[in-house]
Every structure is written in structure tokens, then in C-alpha cells.
């Protein structure tokens, strides 16, 4: 067995261990949370939040999971955008191809948290029914694969699922969509390497909430994947009580531009069942990002993306710079808040 698997089958699913790594939690309460929607990390993760608090949140079941009224099971409608089982075709040229449910942590403010951990049947049947659908759909142009996580699957069910969307002639970009390189660093070996690189151009975009979570092993994984030439993006989620504030996540963007990887998207958190306590008002996210734009490289800013429940898809939120118009007369602020007439 490879190392990347036997450190996941040590994975740890029973709440019973934590108090190994935490010591103040309420057990009792966590033990019930879990119940219904599982506890799940691998070690590195665990260890890591042991001694960074402020990620603890992103894995800890917490009994507000439990009280929330307000949530949907399937905020984004995906279900009802699905053809077939396994395919999201919402936008004219894309599709999102969900390939299983297995991830590296359960983020407890995760989209399709419904589906976690539960018994969902994946697998080259049904794979082979969604490549057949993309084949047959000639305006697919891009193929965003996630999950659950891609990067957990077997190498070669890995290379099946390339390799065929390689083939059909419209498909001209192929991206991934995962939490692997920061949450399970390990997993990114050389003979993982080896297989991505023969797909050349191949984009991978990362899912990132906090600074702690850029470690040595972290800035390894990301490194060795850009230099076997595998373009990196980054997916953050705006998360109350975890990155909701503009010094953290100014450190943690400069962080990922410092590792070789492009902040793509901010996403506002979905008003999914169970993951209320994590969510803020749309004003305060406008205004987070607000207060980075000028002061930080522009490379380092991403979209801040809100995706509109049921299935209305995502939409760009921007802070508004034009203040008045009169003829061909703008009133624009700058960075500063400065007002100019721009004609
Ligand atoms: C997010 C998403 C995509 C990709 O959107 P981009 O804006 O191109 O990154 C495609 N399909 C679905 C269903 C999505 O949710
Ligand atoms: S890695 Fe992604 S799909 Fe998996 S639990 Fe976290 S947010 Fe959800």
C-alpha cells in the first residue's frame, strides 16, 4: 500500500480520540453532533489544529450544527441541474463532474455537507455515464472534476477519468477541485506527479481558509505540483470566526501568491443546513475585500463570488467605485476613497 494510504486509513473518525489532541471541548456534545453529520480528519489535519486554534472550528462539530432552522439541504439546487448522476451542467460550456465523497477533513461548513460520509455509489459505472454525457454535449468546453475530493482517488481510477475527458476533442480545459494539497499534504507524491504531468496543461485549484494551514509540508505539495507544471488556483471560503477579518486574510493571500498559487475565488458561504454560525452578511464581505484592493498586490485578490440559491449559479459581488455620473462625467473613487471626475 502506498504511504499516502496508510496514513488515511488512520484517518480518525470516532470522536472518542480527540480528547488525544484537545483537551477543553465538550465531548458529550460533539459525540451527538457527529451522529449526524459525521466527524471525519486525517491526522496531519488533526495534529495541525491541535496547535492552531483558530482552524479547530473548520473540523470540530459544533451543537449550532444542530440548531439551525434556517439552512438548506441542497442550497445550490445542484440536484435539480444534474443530467445524470455525477454531472452539474448549469453554465452554457462547463460542467462540474462530482466524482465521489471522500474527502481528506469533513469542513464543517461544507456544501454538500447532506452528503458526507454517507453511502453514495461511485465508480466506473457511473463515471463512464457522465464522460458519455460530456462526449455528447459539444458545447462543454470546461470540465471542473471535485467531489468530495479527486485527489483521494486511486491513481488509476485517476488517469481513467483523465485520460477519457482527454480524449474527446472539445473538452480544452480540465480543472480539479480540491482540499488535498492543504489538508492532506502527504498525498502529493511523486508517482502523483508523475501521473498529472503527463496532461499537460492541467489546472488544480485549492481549497484554502487559513494561514496555519500554509505549513512546510503544504508549501512542498504546492511546489512540486507547479514545478511539474500544473497551474494553481485558489478557492477560499468566507468564513465568520475564521478568516471574516482583513488582516488574516491579507496574510494568508500573500501566503498563497509566496507558494505559487493564484487567489481565484472567494466564495461567500452557502446557506447550507447546519453551517448558519458561519456565515456573515454579504456588506461585511464587500467591505473585507474593499479593504484590500489597493493595498495589496492585485495579484493577490480574488473574486468574491456569492452563488445564488436554488441553482441561480455564481455571481460577482464588487464594491462600487462609481459614485455619480453626469453626461460623460464619472464621479470614481479610487483606493483611497478619493473622489475623481473621470471624462
Ligand atoms: C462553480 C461552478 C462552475 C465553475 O464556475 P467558474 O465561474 O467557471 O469557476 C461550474 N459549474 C458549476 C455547477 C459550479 O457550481
Ligand atoms: S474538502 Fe470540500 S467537499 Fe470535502 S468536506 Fe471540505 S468543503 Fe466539503
Known amino acids: 500500500m502506498e504511504k499516502w494510504k496508510k496514513e ?26 457527529a451522529e449526524k453529520y459525521p466527524f471525519f480528519a486525517n491526522r496531519y489535519y488533526v495534529e495541525l489544529a491541535s496547535k492552531h486554534p483558530e482552524i479547530k472550528s473548520v473540523i470540530i462539530p459544533d451543537k449550532r450544527e444542530l440548531e439551525d432552522e434556517k439552512g438548506l439541504e ?23 463532474f462530482l466524482v465521489h465523497n471522500v474527502c481528506p477533513i469533513h469542513c464543517r461548513y ?4 447532506r ?7 461511485f465508480g466506473r459505472h457511473t463515471w463512464d455515464k457522465c464522460i458519455e454525457y460530456i462526449k455528447n454535449h459539444k458545447e462543454i468546453f470546461d470540465v471542473l472534476i471535485s467531489g ?26 480540465i480543472r480539479i ?23 499537460l496543461p492541467i489546472y488544480i485549484n485549492i481549497h484554502f481558509v487559513h494561514p496555519a494551514e500554509i505549513t512546510r509540508e503544504v508549501e512542498n505539495a504546492c511546489l512540486s505540483l507547479s514545478g511539474a507544471g500544473i497551474i494553481l488556483g485558489a478557492q477560499i471560503v468566507l468564513l465568520k470566526g475564521i478568516n471574516d477579518d482583513p488582516g488574516i486574510l491579507k496574510v494568508l493571500l500573500k501566503k498563497l501568491l509566496n507558494i505559487g498559487v493564484k487567489p481565484y475565488a ?13 456565515r456573515l452578511d454579504i456588506e461585511k464581505g464587500i467591505s473585507i ?47 483611497k476613497g478619493e473622489l475623481f471626475e473621470y471624462r
Request: aromatic share 10%; with cysteine; net charge positive.
Open 74 to 96: 441542497d442550497p445550490l439546487g445542484e440536484e435539480r441541474d444534474s443530467p445524470v448522476p455525477g454531472i452539474v451542467h448549469r453554465y452554457p460550456d462547463r460542467v462540474l
Open 289 to 335: 475585500i474593499h479593504s484590500l484592493r489597493g493595498y495589496i498586490s492585485g495579484m493577490a485578490i480574488p473574486h468574491y463570488m456569492v452563488d445564488l440559491y436554488p441553482g441561480g449559479g455564481k455571481v460577482e459581488i464588487c464594491y462600487n467605485y462609481i459614485k455619480s455620473r453626469k453626461g460623460d462625467t464619472y464621479g470614481i473613487e479610487n483606493y
Open 148 to 173: 468530495g475530493d479527486p485527489l483521494l482517488l486511486n491513481n488509476s481510477d485517476l488517469k481513467y477519468l483523465i485520460e477519457n475527458l482527454k480524449k474527446i476533442k472539445h473538452v480544452g480545459l
Open 110 to 113: 461544507c456544501t454538500r455537507k
Open 115 to 121: 452528503i458526507l460520509g454517507k453511502k453514495v455509489n
Open 8 to 33: 488515511y486509513v488512520k484517518s480518525i473518525r470516532d470522536t472518542d480520540n480527540l480528547p488525544d489532541y484537545f483537551s477543553e471541548l465538550n465531548f458529550r456534545e460533539i459525540r451527538q453532533v
Open 177 to 199: 477541485g480540491t482540499r488535498v494539497p492543504s489538508a492532506f499534504p502527504i498525498r502529493i507524491d511523486n508517482d502523483l506527479i508523475t501521473l498529472l504531468s503527463n496532461f
Open 266 to 278: 472567494i466564495f461567500h458561504p452557502d446557506n447550507t443546513k447546519g453551517t448558519s454560525h458561519f
